[in-house]
Structure formats: structure tokens, C-alpha cells
């Protein structure tokens, strides 16, 4: 049992816990893997959505779809730190392989940003496309991969530069994206029931 309409979920790459985000409830739900139970939650307000972790399982972020926001988490204290104004309805996170930049898709602005873990801020923006959804980074941290839901495409982003470097149509209302690293390819799920799939050359 975690919170009201649970929306998103992660694990720590530790193995220890499995990280819920609650729509409804403005929370974050923390469950232990051995246990299998709720062991923290989380205040956030609305509406908590997409999480990442770092590589050390030290930090969680937590991109706060109602707000500016993204919350840092603290997992060995689970004290919050606020990455405040980062834009518009924060939705999708992505961090890099060595855990220097944040991403995060701003649906409300319909732009990209990329954030200093460092000197935790924003450093730059791209516009991708009406309402960027969900994102998936290459799996050596060079390239973005981002769907549009409103504009129907999906954009390749260089991670350097924040450049888009490709945009292509999708079929109607993209959501969903993954970046299968042995074929270099990247999955698409759309609302209107179709996958596609992209070769990324």
C-alpha cells in the first residue's frame, strides 16, 4: 500500500528502495525492498511524477508536475531540498551516467532543461515540441531522446549543447520512450495504440 493514484515508479540502483511518486496524494511513497513495505512518506505537493536516482543512491529527484519545483531527496536522511524555478510543469527526469546534469522535460513551456547538479541551476533550454513528455537518455549520456505529445514527434537532443539535432512525426499523442542500448534503438509508445520503433544511426 503507498499513496492516492500512484503515477511513477524507480528503484535504487542499491537494490534498497523502490521510489513512488503519489498524483493525489503530493507525496512520495519509500518502500524497502527487503520488506516489501512502506517504510517513509514523503511530503511534495502537486502532483509528483517523474524520479531519478543518482548512481551512488544518495539523491532522488523529484520533478513536482504542479509547481516550478523539482525536490532533491536526501536517502539516508530523506531530507528535502528544493531545486526551485526551474520552469513550467516539471515532468520527466533524466540524469547523466555520471551524475553532473540533470534533465528535466517542462511541459508547460515545451522546452528541455538542463540543470548543474553542482551548482544546482538551470544552464540551459531547448524547445522540442508542444508538451514534452517522457525522455530517455543514450546510455554513454550523449544524447536525449524526447516525445512531444501535443506536436506528435519525437526530438534527438544533444546532451553537450542542449542542440536539437533530429525531429521526426510520430503517430498520434506519443507518451512513452525507451533507448534499447544493443540495437540502438528507440521504442516510442503512442496513445492511439501503435509502438514504433526508431534506429538511432
Not at 94 to 102: E, G, K, Q, T, V
Request: aromatic share 8%; glycine share 8%; charged share 20%.
Amino acid at each position: 500500500q503507498v499513496g492516492v493514484v500512484p503515477k511513477y515508479v524507480a528503484t535504487t540502483p542499491d537494490g534498497k528502495f523502490v521510489l513512488v511518486s503519489n498524483w493525489c496524494s503530493y507525496n512520495l511513497s519509500v518502500v524497502s525492498v527487503k520488506s516489501g513495505k512502506q517504510v517513509r512518506q514523503i511530503p511534495l505537493g502537486p502532483y509528483p511524477r517523474g524520479i531519478v536516482v543518482d548512481s551512488a543512491s544518495r539523491f532522488a529527484y523529484v520533478a513536482v508536475m504542479g509547481t516550478t519545483n523539482i525536490a532533491r531527496i536526501d536517502l539516508r536522511t530523506f531530507a528535502v531540498r528544493w531545486l526551485r524555478g526551474v520552469g513550467s510543469s516539471p515532468r520527466h527526469l533524466c540524469i547523466s551516467p555520471d551524475d553532473r546534469w540533470l534533465y528535466v522535460s517542462l511541459n508547460g513551456e515545451g522546452t528541455v532543461a538542463k540543470i548543474d547538479l553542482r551548482a544546482l541551476r538551470v544552464v540551459r533550454k531547448v524547445s522540442t515540441g508542444s508538451q514534452p513528455r517522457s525522455m530517455t537518455i543514450a546510455p554513454d549520456g550523449a544524447s536525449l531522446y524526447v516525445v512531444n505529445y501535443n506536436t506528435g514527434t519525437v526530438s534527438k537532443v544533444r546532451a553537450s549543447d542542449m542542440r536539437v539535432l533530429q525531429t521526426i512525426r510520430t503517430n498520434w499523442n506519443p507518451i512513452g520512450i525507451t533507448y534499447v542500448a544493443a540495437r540502438k534503438d528507440v521504442w516510442v509508445a503512442c496513445y492511439g495504440g501503435s509502438i514504433m520503433v526508431f534506429h538511432d544511426t
